[in-house]
């Protein structure tokens, strides 16, 4: 009987390792974020963006020292900004943008903008405290404390196990 058992134990323990590799090699949508001033333009966040999913980059205008937040999705494994929000009105910032502008809690929103965006990049001075937010996650600094590092962003398809990977290593 417990030779049964250890079989059985080893044919699930089979299985188990068998559907874990095909879900580790699985291509999936990734929101990468890399620092393109550097050599070899290291990698600084890597994030499953699956298709529809949003990320918001919030940072202080450098003149009107108040916050903006700008939304993009993943729309057809492809950058697209779908809003913008921010307090105040400076050089620059059209009147309205997008299907809808409104007053939100003091915040202007711009929503309905659907616009693919092919190169993202900033350039993160640390005054202006530049944030990312993967869905409804954590904010997560992108600015370094004493340089503007420029930021590129892109959808790229990865495997699942090399985004985890990455995650396990991420420490800046």
Same mark, same amino acid.
């Given at each position: 009987?417990? #030779? /049964? @058992?250890?079989?059985? +134990?080893?044919?699930? &323990?089979?299985?188990? %390792?068998?559907?874990?590799? !095909?879900?580790?090699?699985?291509?999936?949508?990734?929101?990468?974020?890399?620092?393109?001033?550097?050599?070899?333009?290291?990698? #600084? /966040? @890597?994030?499953?963006? +699956?298709?529809?999913? &949003?990320?918001?980059? %919030?940072?202080?205008?450098? !003149?009107?020292?108040?916050?903006?937040?700008?939304?993009?999705?993943?729309?057809?494994?492809?950058?697209?900004?779908?809003?913008? #929000?921010?307090?105040?009105?400076? +050089?620059?910032?059209? &009147?309205?943008?997008?299907?809808?502008?409104?007053? !939100?809690?003091?915040?202007?929103?711009?929503?309905?903008?659907?616009?693919?965006?092919?190169?993202?990049?900033?350039?993160?001075?640390?005054?202006?405290?530049?944030?990312?937010?993967?869905?409804?996650?954590?904010?997560?600094?992108?600015?370094?404390?004493?340089?503007?590092?420029?930021?590129?962003?892109?959808?790229?398809?990865?495997?699942?196990?090399?985004?985890?990977?990455?995650?396990?290593?991420?420490?800046?």
């Amino acid at each position: 009987m417990s #030779r /049964r @058992v250890g079989r059985y +134990a080893l044919l699930a &323990a089979a299985i188990t %390792a068998g559907g874990a590799l !095909v879900w580790l090699s699985q291509a999936v949508d990734c929101l990468v974020v890399r620092q393109i001033d550097t050599p070899g333009s290291p990698v #600084r /966040r @890597v994030a499953v963006l +699956a298709p529809g999913d &949003a990320f918001h980059v %919030a940072w202080r205008h450098s !003149v009107e020292r108040e916050a903006w937040i700008e939304t993009f999705k993943n729309i057809d494994h492809g950058l697209w900004l779908t809003q913008t #929000r921010f307090k105040t009105f400076g +050089a620059g910032v059209p &009147a309205h943008a997008g299907r809808r502008t409104r007053l !939100v809690d003091g915040w202007v929103v711009m929503s309905g903008i659907d616009r693919a965006v092919p190169d993202l990049t900033y350039q993160a001075a640390a005054a202006e405290n530049y944030r990312i937010r993967i869905g409804h996650g954590p904010w997560q600094a992108l600015s370094a404390s004493d340089a503007a590092p420029i930021l590129s962003f892109a959808i790229n398809t990865r495997r699942r196990g090399a985004v985890i990977w990455n995650g396990l290593f991420d420490h800046d």
